[in-house]
């Protein structure tokens, strides 16, 4: 097989499959550990019965949700129906081609294998990009379950996430601007030159940018407490009200799945992607870089992984953390928040950023 | 319980009026009249309306002309010296085998006033088939009871807003609590718990 | 060209949020409330005709099925109109063991509201965080009388037993750790930004029109009007005991929360000053062996959780009621909703459902 094939076709296909397989099984086993996060948070215990301290539960969970029923809503648009799922999974899906799990490309086989899909020069605007497509699949949803109560949560909903896709899009400029490139590999090599991430960058560190993209994402990815149009308690269960069965896995898993996609953009724009949790000690870096020196490069990308995937947790748990601690806002209240705070925050932020720049130059 | 017994009759005098055995209810503590300044002003300012008087566990008990009613509510509700701002409960009363069959029921007003801590109890007769006025214009509570005494008995309220059924089903076609009405419901409203062989068993079609 | 159109949206019978089977016919206008009419009756069991075909003590079991998360103060109420209408005295040992559980109840009635209310606005962990005090509360009545729920605890006359060894401790113990829970609950929701927001200003009621409603118990209370059953007309030993009632000033859903928070403690520093002055003596005063009141009627009122708890009994002399009717707090309080939803939105109808507090089995009995 000559090398550009090898290159250009096996090699990101068998990464796809790869990236695909693990991060569904990451999906599942997020939910496993939501539920039993949240419930240690309630004075409870979660799933224990399924395996050892549950651990098999998403196994189980899988197989019921294949072997339901799957229903259709009488004058329900069929093909919409059935295409909203694919629609709001497929973005969360192929944003991950993009994202970096670590840094050092391995040989194999004699092959250059990197550690990533593939690295666009504009990353990060394909991301911003591809998570906005995700709405077309919650308009679809609600639109085609030929009911109110979904029709409701599916109009909220759309009109929650574009409204902080503007919030999101400062913060990430801001970092853009630190980086001078839009290429998450770029990014993270720049805040590997920088000597710090761009969470502790001086003289302005970008504590603000962190929190606005991360409320922005909450309410992306419809998790409380901006998860309205589809709370249980106020409209039935919103968009996915009318869905059963594997379709309403779709939904659960593009909903994890979006989760872990903005925990690895966090961990790849503020917190440094795969460089190591030096804690500010200088010198320290080199050595936590590769933790298994023996096998050279292998170990630098595996070590690289282990760090990226510490930060993602860290940024899970605080999702999982803010769902069990805090009401729900009120649909008119979460699009104040985004309109009238969050934006002009966003805005300040950039500008802040923009003059400690052009200051410290 | 019987009313109490003369221990023995005393040859001249009258017959002594003898304390309950223990543990019996004392009726005439039960029955004496308390004072009542809501009941005054009552008798004050609208004597005619008041047709009868009586206490009972230290609650006056006044029976109203029905024709009256909103204008007693008013003044109850108005009156600076009664001050009847809640109606503490509205209900309906079946009387006809309490030996009073015509008119057949009673509506019972429950007052209270939270600044003088006073309680009265109004009552109206109302015959079956007839009307009495509401007092969902005097109290809004009203609105509500009325309904639930409209939908347990019959009675029916002129000027009520919306007078439906509550507690049963809109087109349910009988009044459950009156004394005609048998505790185990009717046969008819028992639907389908027989076998489907079975001839007595009812299919309701809405 | 374009019009637009009332909807209407049905909010149950069977929704997560309406706190049993209640169903709510709303019109919209888009998000906002036009009309919200309650309507009732799914779980109607005709209590009222029960109480008529059986004899007094034994319709005491049919009080505690009204309203279940009440169930003491129902029984007692009843039961105290039966005894005013007998000129019974209940020997001031039941009257304390009466008011100590009346409170408990009260306790652990506001932390199923609470409970309800927080998860019903999203805060998922303090719906947890109550049971488990709501749990140990269980408990004590399961030592006392055997039943958690549908206590059953009050007699003709007094009391049928007494607390059972180290009851009055394991109360007290309770009672020890429960200022610290409540702490708790404040930590998590008083301050909270996002409680505040769906709070504040949602369900507003003015004393006066509430009191047209005949709106009783800490709803009226946080509009304001200072009346309760326990200070206005003291049944059992209420007039022996020193507390606070808490009054709020605009009548909103925080109102109503705070109101119900600070009554928590009232209870606690209830039962506190009862235990320790708990009297000796009997646990029930002189009742006849068949209870039949003479020819008569009797409205009495009880403060219960959510409101003004009251029975009107009809006796006919005898051994059954001629009319029992329950007065039920709950049954009122849900004919205020049109009024606290008109011009919300349709999320602020849960919070305004749950800050009413209602209970189906007392409104349809």
Redesign the interface.
Known sequence: MSETVLKSVVVPALQIALVVAVLLGCVAYLVLLERKIIAFMQVRLGPRRVGPHGLLQPVADILKLLLKEDILPARADRLVFYLAPVILLLPALVAFAVIPFSGTPVRVLGVEVRPWITDINVGVLFLLAISSLGVYGIVMAGWASNSKYPLLGALRSAAQMVSYEIPLGLSVISILMLAQTASLVGIVRAQAEDGSWFLFWMPYPQIVGLFLYFVSAIAETNRAPFDLPEAETELVAGFHTEYSGMKFAFFFLAEYANMILVACIVTVLFLGGWLPITLGIPGLRGALSNLLPFWGDAGAALTGLLWFGIKVLVVLYLYLWIRATFPRYRYDQLMRLGWKWLIPLGLAHLVVTGIVLLAAH | MDETKPESPAPESAPKPVPPRKGEADEAALRAPVPSRSLDRLRQALPEAVQEVVFHCGVPIVRVDPERIVEVGHFLKEDAQCRMTLLSDLCGLDLSRLGRPEPRFDVVYQLFSPDQGERLMLKAAVAEGAEIQSVSGVWRTANWHEREAFDMFGIRFAGHPDLRRILMPEEYDAHPLRKDFPLEGRERDHGNWRRPDDERRNVRVR | MFGTSE?E?NLGPQ???THGVLRVKLSLDG?RILDAKPI??YL?R?C???GE?RAFPQAIVYTDRMDYVAAVNENIVYVEAVE?????EVPPRAQYMRVILSEFQRIASHLVWLATH????????V???CF?EREQILDLFEGYCGARLTTNAVRIGGMYEDFPEGWVEEARRFLEILPARLDEYHK??TK?R??L??TREVGVIAG??A??????GPCLRASG???DSRK??PYAAYREFEFDIPLGTRGDTYDRYLVRMEEMRQSRRIILQALDRLPDGEIRG???RRI???K????H?NEGPRG?L?V?L?S??TDNA??C?F?SPC??NL?ALPELCRGH????V?AVIGTLDIVLGCI??
């Open positions: 909807m949206i929704h997560p949020s998000e009732i009756g109607h005709g009222e005709k029960l075909s005013r209408l007998l000129g019974v927080a998860l019903d606005l999203g805060a998922m962990s719906f947890l965080y488990r998590l929701l909270n996002i409680w927001e769906r006066d029109v009191l047209d409603y005949g709106v009783t009007v200072a009346y206005a007309i002189k009742t006849p039949r009141p003479p008569g009627e009797v409205y009122v003004e009251g009107y009809v006919d002399g001629y009319r009717r007065r049954f009122v004919q939105l349709v999320a602020d849960v349809d009995r």
